[in-house]
C-alpha cells in the first residue's frame, strides 16, 4: 500500500530537516520552514517564511550564544537559576557540558526580529498561494520557546495539527522558559498525547525531545497521517523511546564528527 504524504512545518530549520524526516523524505510533499534573515520563498512546495515564529506579531530581541550559536534564543539564558543550583545540576549528565555552560550560553550578539503567530503566517501563506494547505505535523526546536509557538498557534492546533515533535525543558535553563509539564498539559487539553521521548540530554540532562499525536483521529486520512508519523519515528520499548540511531549509524556519525573535528 502508498503511503500517504505529510506536509510539515519545521520551525528551528537550520541545515534542512534533522532525523529522522532526513532519512524519509520521500514521504514529505510541502514543508514550511523559516528563515528570518533571509528572502522568503513562497513558490514551489519547499516553502520558506523570513520571520521567526511566536506568539504575537510583530519585533523581538534575539540573542546569539554559543561558538556556532546553537544556544540562540528569544530568550536569556537564566545564569542565576544555573549558578543557585550549579552544584546538583552538574551532577546530572555530561559534566564536561556542564562546567563550560555558562561560558558557551554567554551572549555574543543581540538584534531585533520580525516575529509572528504561525496562526498568522498561516493566513499569509492562503492568502499567497490561493490554497489552503493542512500541515499534518509541526516540529519545533527553538531552544526553549516552544510554548510561546504553540500560543501563536492555536487555530492550527485545533484545525490541521495532527503530531508534533518538540525539544523540551524541565528546567529553567532560559528566562520566563515554560518547562515540559506544563507544556504536556497544554497540548493534553487540546487532544494530544505523548506517543514517545528521546530521553533527557544536553547539558545537565535538561532536555528531551517529544512527539506528541492527536489522541481521536477525525477521518481515515488523518488515521492514515498518524500512523505514518508512528512508522517515522517508530517508539521502542517500555520507554517509548524514539529517534535512537542504530550502531552502524551511531559508527558513521561518529566517523564523521571525527573527520570533520580531528583530536
Known amino acids: 500500500m502508498t503511503n500517504p504524504k ?14 529522522p524526516w532526513k532519512n524519509h523524505a520521500n514521504y514529505i510533499d510541502w514543508s514550511l520552514s523559516f528563515e528570518p534573515n533571509e528572502t522568503p520563498v513562497l513558490s514551489g512546495k519547499n516553502l520558506k517564511y523570513d520571520s521567526a515564529v511566536w506568539n504575537f506579531d510583530g519585533q523581538a530581541p534575539f540573542y546569539v550564544s554559543g561558538s556556532e ?7 536569556k539564558q537564566n545564569f542565576d537559576w544555573v549558578q543557585e543550583n550549579f552544584k546538583s545540576l552538574r551532577l546530572e549528565g555530561n559534566q564536561k557540558l556542564n562546567d563550560t555552560w555558562i561560558d558557551r550560553s554567554q551572549i555574543t550578539k543581540e538584534f531585533l526580529c520580525p516575529v509572528k503567530k504561525l496562526d498568522t503566517i498561516l493566513e499569509e501563506l492562503e492568502q499567497s498561494l490561493g490554497n489552503h494547505i493542512p500541515f499534518h505535523f509541526l516540529k519545533s526546536d527553538t531552544q526553549s520557546g516552544e510554548f510561546f509557538v504553540l500560543e501563536g498557534a492555536k487555530n492550527y492546533l485545533k484545525n490541521d495539527c495532527l503530531g508534533l515533535e518538540l525539544e523540551l525543558f524541565r528546567y529553567p535553563l532560559y528566562q520566563n522558559l515554560v518547562t515540559e509539564d506544563k507544556v504536556k498539559s497544554y497540548l493534553a487539553d487540546l487532544g494530544f498525547y505523548v506517543a514517545g521521548w528521546t530521553g533527557y540530554k544536553n547539558s545537565f540532562a535538561s532536555q528531551a525531545d517529544y512527539l506528541f499525536l492527536r489522541q481521536n483521529p477525525r477521518s481515515e486520512e488523518e488515521i492514515k497521517i498518524i500512523e505514518l508519523i508512528k512508522s517515522v519515528y517508530s517508539p521502542r520499548g517500555s520507554e517509548n523511546l524514539i529517534k535512537q540511531m542504530s550502531f552502524f549509524s551511531r559508527f558513521l556519525s561518529k566517523i564523521k564528527s571525527l573527520i570533520k573535528n580531528p583530536s
Open 6 to 19: 505529510i506536509n510539515i512545518i519545521d520551525v528551528g530549520s537550520v541545515g534542512g530537516f534533522d532525523f
Open 69 to 75: 550559536g546553537t544556544g540562540s534564543s528569544l530568550l
